[in-house]
């Protein structure tokens, strides 16, 4: 049976997270039930990844098998008259049947928002962490840096996941400010749960003196969650980009 990489957008403030849940609306869910409506079947869709509930993509990806006859460029057209308005696709292609959206990734990329104006702006609630205080962006970067390498993250994971291996290798990071929008940028083979909030909570505690740039290397070095800053808040965080 042909497969399918589609590739979409979506507003995560509505839904649980990606993965299909009991008594919970997840972005999986409403893409499942878009295809069944016009294809009169419900297939399995595959994630490249699993988004918590209020974080959004500008880019994710999901696999599907199909024997439809339908051009890949209708397979979007279709689903986008189905999708509701937080969620568009905007890319399909035909792909290898040994093609996994999960395991065929090389690296992804998020983005976390910080809003640091002065007034709170209603545009940037739902996309945003707003911070009180100005941010020094060039601190944050250099202190983003610290985290590119292949370490063991475990200090950098919330209580709860099953994962073993927690080592990931971080190739990019950093900082720049937009305006009162400040982003921070990170890309990795993978990341553990949480772990890009957290590490956001860390760059936020090191904006406010309680953490020190030159600890960073060492609170990686423990492993130790107590020493990393809180988890961010979910709604300034963006899946980016997911490279195959």
Known sequence: MPKYLMKIKYDGTAYHGWQVQKNAVTVQQTVQDAFESFLQKRPNITGCSRTDS???AKEFCFHF?????????????????????????Y????????????????SKRYEYYFYDGEQRNPFYSKYSWHINNKLDENLLNKAA??????????????VGSSVEDTTRNVFDAGVERQGDIVKFYIEADGFLYNMVRIIAGTLYFVAIGKIDIND????????????????????GLFLSKVNY
């Open 145 to 158: 840096k610290e985290f590119i390498g292949k370490y063991d993250f475990c200090g950098f994971c919330s």
């Open 54 to 56: 209020g974080v959004h």
């Open 91 to 106: 890319s399909c292609e035909k792909v290898n049947d040994d093609f996994h959206a999960r395991y065929s990734v090389k």
């Open 216 to 235: 960073i290397k060492n609170i990686i070095l423990s492993k130790d969650r107590n020493k990393a800053g809180i988890t961010a808040p979910p709604q």
């Open 65 to 89: 098998e199909s024997n439809a006859n339908i051009t890949e460029q209708g397979f979007v057209k279709a689903i986008n008259t189905k999708l509701p308005n937080d969620i568009a696709a």
